[in-house]
C-alpha cells in the first residue's frame, strides 16, 4: 500500500502543475555506520491532472502499489540537509501492483506534463 502524503507545485515549458507524493510502507533498516536499526518509508512524487484543491482532499488516500529503486544514469544530487552534492544512479518509482490496472489506463503522452 502507498499513501498520498502530500503534494507539490511544479513547473515546466508547458506550465504549472502538480505532483502527489507518495509514502510506502514502513521498513526496518540497519545503519551502515553504526550498525543500529531504524525504521523509514521510502516515498516519490508522481505527476498528476488535479487542480490543488483535489490534490489536498487525496492527502491520506490509501491504495495498492509500491515505491521501488529503478536505476537511472549517474547525476548530481545536492543533500538538503548539508548542502554536500553526491552521485546517484537511481531513483524510487511508484509502481502498481496489477499490470493489467495500468494497460486499461494508458494515455497518450501529449496528455502527460
Not at 505527476?47 to 495498492?64: N, R
Request: charged share 30%.
Amino acid at each position: 500500500m502507498v499513501t498520498i502524503k502530500d503534494y507539490k507545485k511544479r513547473e515546466s515549458e508547458k506550465g504549472e502543475f502538480f505532483v502527489l507524493v507518495l509514502q510506502g510502507e514502513i521498513a526496518p533498516v540497519k545503519s551502515k555506520s553504526n550498525g543500529r536499526m531504524y525504521f523509514t518509508a521510502k516515498t516519490c512524487t508522481v505527476s498528476c491532472t488535479f487542480d490543488e484543491e483535489s490534490c489536498k482532499q487525496l492527502i491520506g488516500m490509501q491504495f495498492p502499489g509500491e515505491i521501488v529503486k529503478v536505476t537511472t544514469e549517474p547525476y548530481e544530487f545536492a543533500l538538503p540537509e548539508t548542502g554536500e552534492i553526491i552521485t546517484l544512479e537511481h531513483r524510487w518509482e511508484y509502481r502498481e501492483n496489477s499490470d493489467k490496472a495500468v494497460a486499461e489506463n494508458v494515455v497518450e503522452e501529449s496528455d502527460v506534463f
